[in-house]
């Protein structure tokens, strides 16, 4: 089952290369971290301050390309976490048709932004940060 959760906070130290982002379900108290990168942060940032760049970064790029060939990002999900690691997946609508794309959570997080998809956890990812 797929949980709607929300990015509730980012956390940006600039004398450190891991980067903090919060995940907290919408209708309900779980809430987890997820560290990212210095540029996955900075874009994240940008985009939920509404910072156009005179030329395409690379978040921007993908969004660009998912319009081009016809697709809509559905929404993104964070779908598993093996070994310390999460992972995560763009769900983009092509036409009627749900094509899935393995990302990183920072990445698919910073196009949901800029797009303003909905972000999701699966249930099993909760379950596990409480062991």
């Known amino acids: 089952m797929e949980v709607p959760v929300e990015l509730s906070k980012i956390l940006i130290n600039e004398a450190d290369d891991k980067q903090i982002i919060v995940l907290a379900e919408i209708d309900g108290e779980r809430r987890f971290p997820?560290?990212?990168g210095m540029p996955e942060i900075l874009a994240i940032d940008r985009r939920l301050k509404?910072?156009?760049l005179p030329r395409p970064m690379t978040h921007d790029l993908l969004a660009g390309t998912i319009?081009?060939?016809?697709?809509r990002?559905?929404?993104?999900?964070?779908?598993?976490?093996r070994d310390?690691?999460?992972h995560a997946e763009l769900v983009i609508d092509q036409g009627g048709q749900t094509v899935r794309i393995d990302s990183?959570?920072?990445d698919a997080i910073a196009l949901a932004v800029g797009l303003e998809a909905p972000i999701f956890v699966d249930e099993q990812v909760f379950e596990k940060m409480m062991m």
Do not use: C, Y
């Open 34 to 36: 997820v560290v990212i």
């Open 50 to 52: 509404g910072i156009e």
């Open 67 to 71: 319009r081009a060939m016809g697709g």
């Open 73 to 81: 990002l559905d929404r993104v999900v964070v779908t598993d976490l």
């Open 84 to 86: 310390h690691v999460f």
């Open 104 to 106: 990183r959570p920072s």
